[in-house]
């Protein structure tokens, strides 16, 4: 199984954790790559498609939705999306609102079908090492069931 993703990052954090996943899907056996939205990746011959995306001023990085609109919103393709925010700082209220808030953000250009959406808690200063084993577990577990046909 091809697995691409594509993430947008501004100071490293959603790369970071972008890279890791690619780590651990490749360590699986999973023929996976990460690019930067920015390479505009060839994402034709992908199987699943994880897009990831850091918040910023209430909403994800915009090239990470103009990317997805470029690609006719990936229809027929299978996609996850996973955003970093440090909202989920401020408790259970503050995790609801980033996942039904941002995660909408990212999902609503997608025509693709989205078979798993996650937010990570991000950082401002040193590496959350629990979101990279996370973003790890989840990236494994999505893929895993996307050879599924879940």
């Known amino acids: 199984m091809k697995v691409c993703i594509v993430y947008d990052s501004r100071r490293g954090s959603t790369e970071r954790v972008a890279r890791a996943m690619e780590n651990a899907l490749r360590e699986r056996g999973f023929d996976a790559r990460a690019w930067s939205v920015k390479e505009n990746p060839d994402v034709d011959d992908c199987d699943l498609i994880i897009l990831g995306a850091p918040i910023y001023y209430e909403r994800p990085l915009t090239e990470i ?86």
């Not at 990936?74 to 209220?93: E, P, S, T």
């Open 65 to 150: 939705r103009r990317f997805v609109e470029s690609k006719n919103g990936f229809k027929g393709k299978r996609i996850a999306v996973f955003i970093l925010c440090i909202a989920q700082k401020f408790g259970r209220l503050g995790k609801e609102y980033t996942e039904r808030r941002y995660l909408r953000m990212m999902s609503d250009p997608i025509k693709g079908k989205i078979i798993a959406a996650r937010a990570f808690e991000g950082w401002l200063f040193g590496e959350n090492n629990i979101t990279i084993v996370e973003a790890q577990t989840w990236a494994v577990k999505v893929a895993e069931a996307g050879t599924k046909g879940e």
